[in-house]
């Protein structure tokens, strides 16, 4: 007879891997990436698959030379690949792409200790490296029809720059200027729900976050088209949905997320209202993953039953 | 009162044997009888070898105050007293018999009549009866209370919310009149008014059953549980059917209840009624390597390899081998090991299903926060225990956790969060007599 095994309880475990979960993701920012193929025609697709393979390369020789175990199945570096490149501009070059992608897995990820260590979003702050590195071809956003020109985004437009701003159904099916993914946030919507049903993400994170920013430019001076025309336009679906649920960047208790969401919606209306830059999305979240690990902590469960030392 | 709801996991249940009745072994040859079946000292041997018992005879006498005695669960002679290591990892003595095959029983089985409160709590003693669910701690130590009027309530516990377990699901079937005359000891000798008997409603058969059974008395409720594991545990339990919340520290009698197992119960009627005490047990056969999964009733100390022999013999090689539930279980090295008190399932599995998640590293998901039915924080236990921090732990009341596996079953990325816990409950007792050598 063969030896038996044993082992601590429990015997049993859900089938779920962090390579189910992200996968999850991925089937969910499908409708983002067809959304960004239809308004941005196929070299939508060349910045995707090239953020993508790179970002999967990178993790994949940087465990190498390392001499790591090889992470990339769990697909986490896929999900940095795609949610980097729905936050470029169509016309971005592939090899400033390519870059960012290196970056967002090897700076910000990889070198924290790899998937579940890091404190910043990688995509994000992959995303923020690359406005400050090629400041001119990230924010050259270009408008879908005439896909030569362009155009200052909607975000540009509410911020008081010369343009007209597309209508909210425009805005909500993604007829206008922005990044690849970010346009449609009829598709992210899609995508969200998709992630809730499935018990990937939480409700409380996405949910506060669009209101708070809603509840702030609408009480600006009570317009509810202007208040609508900010949730829907920029970053602020994708932000919401697939960065501001990040787990290893964001609290995960039920009260931190929904601290996290505002005040991520808080510095997201600061910065768009008052700063110098149109979006505040990627900021907003930046900081408030710094802010993470106390939050988590200020917003601990109680444990039943349990008396104050 | 009631104003929040416990989380927990929704388990496959897996309970194929729940419409089985339980079938009974027939004679083992040998019984191996450990003399430390349950929590606190163990029993001591009042036979040596040679010595010829029968069924229900004494073999083990409770000692001290936390204590319960053992009984020989055959009929033949004493082997020997030897020394067995347990799948807990405990070294205890055990009694080993050679069965004779004709399970003669003992004259010393006869009836008790009780008189009063501190006859029936002997009686309880006596019985051998421990915590059946699987905690086997000595019952009668639960029961005596002294002051009776303590006592608001009274809940029976027949959640059985592990996995593919129905033993207690038979027992609630088959032997209801015997759990309607524990309930009646109860009412008589505890006082006891208020009588709830909790169970998960994946069991809607029982339900019936407990309500036709106890139709007409008037201490007796019913309550449905919510099919979420671990609606067994005792403080889970107490929470859901009377509201209250046990301090830490805090036994259940300190708000007022009484939670026993609905077998623990039938034990000490059985006792009471015939005089037999506790010297076998129904248990749940099951698991992918077994051939017939089916309820059994064997002798305490029978060899798990003479059960699942019972049970057609194992239809693929048995990688692991489980004492209770795979959720809180504990895995046996041996098919030599004695069947015990508070065992109520062998389980055993093939390779297959003995095949451990892939470890991967955390990703801060907060599933195990969010499942963790005692609202402890699994992942930040799992970092202050990483960082030996005895003090972070204390505040994090890794203490109150119950080992109910919610944690690790929920973890994506295979983390052994539950054993941990154990590692860092362990950690914070030793820091606390470090402490306490120090301040002392």
Not at chain 2, 60 to 73: C, D, R, T, W
């Amino acid at each position: 007879m063969a030896k038996l095994t044993v082992s601590p309880s429990p015997h049993i475990a859900t089938a779920k891997t962090t390579t189910s979960i992200m996968a999850d993701v991925i089937v969910a920012l499908i409708p983002a990436i067809v959304a960004s193929a239809i308004i941005f025609g196929v070299k939508s697709l060349a910045v995707i698959a090239t953020s993508v393979v790179s970002a999967v390369l990178a993790e994949y020789i940087f465990n190498l030379c390392c001499g790591k175990k090889q992470t990339v199945k769990d697909l986490s570096a896929v999900v940095t690949g795609l949610l980097l490149a729905l936050n470029l501009p169509a016309n971005i070059p592939l090899w400033q792409t390519a870059v960012g992608a290196v970056f967002s897995i090897v700076v910000v990820k990889c070198l924290f200790g790899g998937i579940g260590q890091n404190f910043a979003n990688p995509a994000i702050t992959g995303r923020i490296f690359m406005l400050i590195a090629f400041s001119s071809t990230m924010t050259a956003s270009v408008f879908p029809k005439a896909d030569v020109v362009s155009t200052a985004t909607p975000l540009a437009v509410l911020g008081g720059q010369e343009g007209e701003l597309p209508s909210l159904v425009d805005l909500f099916i993604g007829n206008c200027g922005g990044a690849l993914g970010e346009v449609s946030a009829c598709a992210l919507l899609v995508g969200g729900i998709y992630l809730l049903a499935r018990g990937v993400i939480k409700w409380q994170t996405p949910i506060t976050y669009i209101l708070t920013v809603f509840v702030l430019t609408f009480i600006v001076d009570f317009d509810i088209n202007f208040a609508l025309a900010q949730i829907l336009s920029g970053g602020l679906f994708i932000g919401a949905f697939f960065m501001a649920t990040d787990y290893a960047t964001t609290p995960n208790t039920k009260w931190g997320k929904v601290v996290f969401g505002i005040g991520c919606g808080l510095i997201t209306v600061l910065i768009r209202l008052f700063g110098s830059y149109p979006e505040g999305v990627s900021f907003s979240i930046l900081l408030m993953n710094i802010l993470t690990p106390y939050i988590q902590k200020w917003t601990r469960t109680k444990p039943f039953g349990g008396v104050r030392a | 009162m009631h104003i929040f709801k416990l989380n927990g996991v929704h388990v496959p249940h897996l309970k194929k044997t729940a419409a089985m009745k339980a079938v009974r072994i027939p004679a083992p040859q040998t019984v191996i009888i450990p003399l430390s079946m349950h929590i606190g000292t163990p029993a001591q041997a009042v036979v040596k070898a040679g010595d010829t018992v029968r069924v229900g005879d004494l073999i083990g006498q409770a000692e001290g105050n936390i204590s319960a005695p053992v009984h020989a669960s055959v009929s033949g002679t004493v082997k020997k007293i030897d020394k067995v290591v347990l799948a807990s990892g405990n070294t205890v003595d055990a009694v080993i018999i050679e069965s004779d095959g004709l399970m003669t029983v003992s004259d010393s089985v006869k009836p008790h009549s009780v008189a009063g409160y501190e006859d029936f709590i002997a009686a309880v003693r006596d019985s051998g009866a421990v915590g059946l669910g699987g905690a086997g701690f000595p019952t009668a130590v639960k029961l005596d209370v002294k002051d009776t009027s303590r006592i608001k309530a009274v809940i029976i516990n027949g959640a059985e919310c592990e996995p593919y377990i129905t033993s207690d699901t038979r027992t609630m079937l088959d032997d209801a009149d015997w759990i309607r005359k524990g309930a009646e000891l109860l009412e008589k000798h505890l006082r006891v008014k208020n009588i709830i008997i909790g169970i998960e409603k994946n069991k809607p058969e029982c339900i019936k059953k407990m309500r036709e059974v106890f139709a007409n008395d008037k201490a007796v409720t019913v309550k449905e549980l919510p099919s979420v594991y671990p609606q067994g545990g005792e403080k889970v339990l107490i929470y859901n059917t009377i509201g209250e919340i046990v301090p830490e520290g805090k036994l259940p009698i300190d708000v007022g209840a009484i939670v026993i197992n609905c077998t623990t119960l039938l034990v000490i009627a059985k006792y009471i009624e015939t005089g037999m005490p506790l010297v076998e047990k129904c248990i749940t056969v099951d698991g992918s390597a077994v051939n017939e999964p089916k309820n059994v009733i064997a002798p305490i100390g029978t060899k798990l390899s003479d059960i699942f022999d019972f049970c057609g013999g194992f239809k693929s090689e048995p990688a692991k081998v489980l004492y209770g539930g795979p959720m809180m279980g504990i895995a046996v090295s041996d098919l030599d090991a004695p069947l015990l008190k508070n065992n109520n399932a062998l389980i055993a599995f093939d390779s297959k299903d003995a095949e451990p998640k892939e470890n991967t590293a955390c990703i801060n998901c907060g599933k195990c926060v969010d499942h963790c039915p005692l609202r402890l924080n699994p992942v930040a236990i799992s970092k202050a225990f990483a960082r030996k921090d005895a003090d972070e732990l204390s505040v994090l009341k890794v203490n109150l956790c119950m080992e109910c596996g919610c944690c690790a079953y929920i973890c994506p990325t295979g983390q052994p969060l539950v054993q941990r816990n154990r590692l860092a409950k362990e950690l914070v007792r030793e820091h606390h007599k470090k402490e306490g050598k120090n301040n002392g």
